[in-house]
């Protein structure tokens, strides 16, 4: 009877550190970093349980055992608690770090810029190249853009602001363009509320559009409240605004990198050497500097300027200046 009883006891002590074993190494388990050398994407879809999460992760050799992540939801009654999406796992994370964070639901944020400057087309090239994005849009026609997207129809032009947005997986095209056409919108509001007074500007529209033009013919930002002056006074005295980038928008396809005298004299809508006042349209999505700059144009008596090369300009307030300029920084250098 002596010997049962000790058979008993040892079996249960046996039972004890055998249990007590399996609990250190479980709890080992959850602070032991995931097998990631880099950072690794994992995309949990609509319908996913954390066990399947979980084995998934254990054939691709990041989790040793998926036991031990099942069990810790099971702990924290979490299981059922893990949200759809695309998250990015980072060196160093351990199954505890991982549940936490399948659980917030803080996905991956993939990233859009539109880059100012550019146009309308150019913008929906660089969105249809986005591989993240959901596309709905199609080849749609710029006429129909705006109405496709929800707002009343138009002209497309200008009206998205360049910036850079942050989306998740699955996004649609759609949602990223009507973010950046409603934070024009406001940008837009904002500046026209505090412009200076005087301009020969009707409406926030009119600011669209000579901030467009303003924001083709320089990339330095500290030249464009001068550039904008130059063309708020050519606007004040009924003077031809005569604006290269204007003329190459309305080449369309035709433009090859050049203008040549006949394109100066061709009659079309935004050929501003032969058309008083502003384009009909923007030719091109300005970001808010240009904006301001056109509201808060520079003081002075500049009516002309030329590129002199190095992406900065010479500023003239008569015909003959204008003139020398050109031939020593253009003419003489061809």
């Not at 097998?35 to 989790?63: D, M, Q, W, Y």
């Amino acid at each position: 009877m002596k010997k049962l009883i000790w058979a008993g006891l040892l079996l249960i002590v046996f039972a004890v550190a055998v249990a007590g074993w399996q609990w250190r190494q479980y709890r080992q388990a959850l602070d032991r970093p995931l097998a990631l050398r880099e950072p690794v994407t994992l995309e949990i879809k609509r319908g996913e349980s954390l066990k399947s999460v979980a084995r998934r992760l254990e054939r691709r050799g990041i989790l040793e055992d998926h036991r031990p992540l099942l069990w810790w939801a099971f702990e924290k009654k979490a299981a059922g608690d893990i949200k759809v999406g695309e998250y990015l796992l980072e060196p160093g994370m351990t199954p505890k770090a991982l549940l936490s964070l399948l659980v917030s639901g803080k996905v991956r944020q993939h990233r859009f810029t539109i880059v100012e400057g550019w146009t309308v087309k150019q913008a929906l090239q660089a969105l249809q190249a986005q591989s993240e994005v959901k596309h709905t849009l199609g080849e749609v026609a710029p006429g129909r853009l705006l109405a496709a997207l929800g707002f009343p129809p138009g002209h497309p032009e200008g009206r998205f602001f360049p910036d850079t947005y942050f989306f998740t997986r699955g996004t649609e095209d759609r949602e990223i363009l009507r973010r950046a056409y409603r934070r024009m919108e406001r940008v837009l509001a904002e500046e026209w509320r505090a412009r200076a007074q005087g301009l020969p500007l009707k409406d926030p529209y009119q600011a669209l559009i000579l901030a467009s033009i303003v924001e083709k013919e320089t990339g330095r930002r500290e030249e464009q409240p001068k550039i904008a002056g130059v063309f708020v006074r050519r606007l004040q005295k009924g003077m031809l605004l005569q604006s290269d980038p204007t003329v190459i928008y309305g080449m369309g396809e035709t433009y090859q990198g050049n203008i040549r005298r006949h394109d100066l004299r061709a009659p079309t809508p935004y050929n501003t050497y032969v058309r008083p006042g502003l384009p009909p349209t923007p030719i091109a999505l300005p970001g808010r500097d240009a904006l301001h700059a056109v509201l808060h144009p520079a003081p002075g008596k500049a009516l002309y300027f030329v590129a002199k090369g190095d992406g900065s300009h010479v500023f003239s307030a008569t015909l003959k200046e204008h003139n020398r300029a050109v031939y020593r920084y253009q003419i003489r250098r061809q």
